[in-house]
């Protein structure tokens, strides 16, 4: 009996000797993880600097942020100024956000506050399909089906032009504003709404006057990032919204954002090396620092307005 109880005694201080190694073990595995996903981070950042600093070698940087004119292409006379992709890029986001925002926030509120568990478990669901469909069919879906149903109202709409792709990207980030922002509204204590209906209120004035201001930060938060994936869009554009780098925010005519630049060049258009390749670096830059504004203001929105319940 003595010796089985000192073998147990071995076996539990073996068992407790393996679970502290695990212990000290496992937070060095989370941390290299962590530091995996920085070094990458940092990786992209470093590449996207070193070839950015080789393009302004050859270019002036006041021109390419002041230049009204984007023709890199233009053999003893290029021209490198950065805004027509930046109206390209704004008016496609500027339309897929009149899109998604209405029809994002609507399905958000009826998700949140009208459908009952059964449709919901059905709904949310079916919606989010949505994001899990690939950019490239989005992109021949505007081509082939959107843009020919715009020309039966708009007979001058050219087959290549800002107005399809910015409904499709629209479509595209519906299911992203939505369910942000319906998760945003059932952080709303439910005590909030049966106050206000116990005072006479309707279930649309609850929506309109309780949970919204309530969950204000977090679906402005979704409104953000929401933009700035439709700003990061990039076969949809390249696919549907053509090659001519416009500068000006008509949607009927063909347009290029960065994103689509970055997709032309990098097809072969230009040799390694030259002006031209450099470019798209950036380009890649001036994109990746609009993005990071975007997830930062999203972030400083989310902690300034956050309403702690």
């Known amino acids: 009996m003595k010796a089985t109880i000192r073998e147990r005694i071995k076996q539990n201080k073996s068992k407790r000797s393996s679970q502290n190694k695990i212990e000290k073990i496992m937070p060095m595995v989370f941390l290299l993880m962590a530091s995996i996903s920085i070094l990458v981070t940092a990786g992209i950042v470093f590449t996207l600097f070193r070839e950015t600093v080789l393009f302004f070698s050859h270019v002036s940087f006041i021109n390419f942020i002041t230049g009204t004119e984007w023709y890199p292409f233009f053999g003893n006379d290029p021209s490198y100024g950065i805004w027509p992709l930046l109206s390209g890029t704004f008016t496609i986001a500027a339309i897929a956000m009149m899109v998604a925002i209405p ?60 107005l399809s792709p910015g ?98 060049v990098s097809m072969g258009d230009a040799t390694f090396g030259s002006t031209i390749y450099y470019s798209i670096y950036a380009v890649g830059m001036t994109l990746f620092l609009f993005t990071l504004t975007m997830n930062i203001l999203a972030n400083h929105i989310s902690r300034r307005y956050r309403e702690v319940y």
């Open 103 to 162: 029809i994002g926030l609507a399905a958000a509120i009826y998700l949140s506050e009208y459908a009952s568990d059964r449709n919901r478990k059905v709904l949310k669901p079916v919606l989010e399909v949505l994001a899990g469909v690939p950019t490239v069919v989005y992109g021949l879906f505007a081509l082939t089906f959107v843009t020919p149903l715009l020309q039966t109202f708009i007979p001058d709409l050219p087959i290549f032009n800002a």
């Open 167 to 264: 409904i499709v990207v629209g479509i595209m980030i519906i299911p992203q504003i939505a369910s942000l922002s319906q998760e945003a509204m059932n952080a709303v204590p439910q005590s909030m709404r049966d106050g206000a209906l116990a005072l006479g209120a309707t279930r649309l004035e609850v929506a309109l006057k309780i949970v919204i201001p309530g969950s204000f930060s977090g679906i402005v938060s979704s409104l953000v990032l929401g933009l700035s994936r439709a700003i990061g869009e990039t076969m949809i554009v390249s696919t549907a919204a053509g090659s001519t780098p416009n500068l000006g925010f008509t949607p009927t005519e063909s347009i290029q954002t960065m994103t689509s630049y970055i997709v032309q």
